[in-house]
C-alpha cells in the first residue's frame, strides 16, 4: 500500500516516520508523487481544522488581532502569487538552507494563521499563556530575510554560534503573544539538504513543524492550556475537537 492510501486509512503518524526515513530519496520519481499527495492531503486537513477553529472563537467573542481597516487577521489566505513569492523567498535563502517541503506547502494551501489574543483591544486575555497557534505570512517571511541585518546574523549562528545551521522565525513564544517578555521565537531551521519536513525550534515539544501543528490541533489551537482548569476552554475544546481531522 503506498503512502498516501495508508495515510487517508488513518497511519498520519507512521507516513511521515516512513518518509522521514528515505531522506532525499523521497524526491526520486519512485516516492516524490506519492509524497506530495500525502503533503496536499495533509494540508488540505491543515486548512479544514483552522477554519473549524476560527469559527468556534468567533461564536464565543474571541478578540482576534485585525489590520487598520479592521479585518480580522486570524487567517490569511494564500497569496495570488504565491508561487513567485516562494521563489522569492527561496532565492534569497539558498546560500544557507532549503525551504522544507511541508512550509511550502503551508503557504500554498493555508495562507497564515494567528489565533493570539488582541490584548490592545482587550487586555482582559481570555487564556492566558495558551500558546494559540501562530504562524506567520509569506510576506512576513520575505520582509525577514531580506532584512540587511538577516544574513549577517545568520552567518554568525552558523559559523560563531555554533548552531551550525540558519533558522527562519514563524511564531512568537508564548509569552510574547501575551505581551510579556519571554524567550526566542519559534523557527523554522533550514538545512542545505532538501527535505520533507523540518525541525520547528524553541517550541515546548522539540519536534518537526506538521508535527508542532499536529500538536496544537490536539489542544484545538492551543497547546498550553490545561484543559481540566478552565470550564470556557472545556466547552470550547469538546465542541471543536470531534470536527478536527487527523494530520
Keep these: 500500500m503506498n503512502f498516501y492510501d495508508r495515510y487517508r486509512k488513518g497511519e498520519t503518524h507512521s507516513v511521515y516516520a516512513d518518509i522521514e526515513k528515505l531522506g532525499e530519496e523521497a524526491f526520486s520519481p519512485v516516492f516524490y508523487t506519492d509524497v506530495e499527495k500525502v503533503l496536499m492531503e495533509t494540508f488540505r486537513r491543515v486548512k479544514l481544522n483552522l477554519d473549524i477553529i476560527y469559527k468556534e472563537l468567533r461564536n464565543i467573542n474571541y478578540v482576534f488581532w485585525k489590520d487598520e481597516e479592521g479585518n480580522i487577521q486570524a487567517l490569511l489566505r494564500p497569496l495570488s502569487d504565491v508561487d513567485e513569492q516562494l521563489d522569492i523567498l527561496e532565492r534569497n535563502i539558498e546560500s544557507i538552507g532549503k525551504l522544507p517541503m511541508s512550509v511550502k506547502m503551508f503557504y500554498k494551501t493555508v495562507g497564515s494563521c494567528d489565533f493570539s489574543w488582541n490584548y490592545q483591544d482587550d487586555p482582559n486575555i481570555l487564556w492566558e499563556l495558551a500558546d494559540p497557534i501562530q504562524i506567520i505570512s509569506l510576506s512576513d517571511c520575505i520582509l525577514q530575510v531580506t532584512d540587511q541585518y538577516w544574513f549577517e546574523e545568520m552567518e554568525e549562528y552558523i559559523q560563531n554560534k555554533g548552531f551550525g545551521f540558519a533558522f527562519l522565525e514563524l511564531s512568537a513564544d508564548n509569552f510574547h503573544k501575551d505581551n510579556m517578555s519571554g524567550g526566542a521565537a519559534y523557527a523554522l531551521q533550514l538545512n542545505y539538504e532538501r ?53
Design 195 to 247: 527535505s520533507i519536513d523540518g525541525k520547528f525550534l524553541n517550541e515546548p515539544n522539540n519536534t518537526t513543524f506538521i508535527n508542532y501543528l499536529r500538536i496544537c490541533f490536539e489542544s484545538c489551537g492551543f497547546p498550553s492550556i490545561s484543559y481540566e482548569d478552565n470550564k470556557i476552554y472545556q466547552e470550547f475544546c469538546d465542541k471543536v475537537k470531534p470536527q478536527l481531522l487527523k494530520i
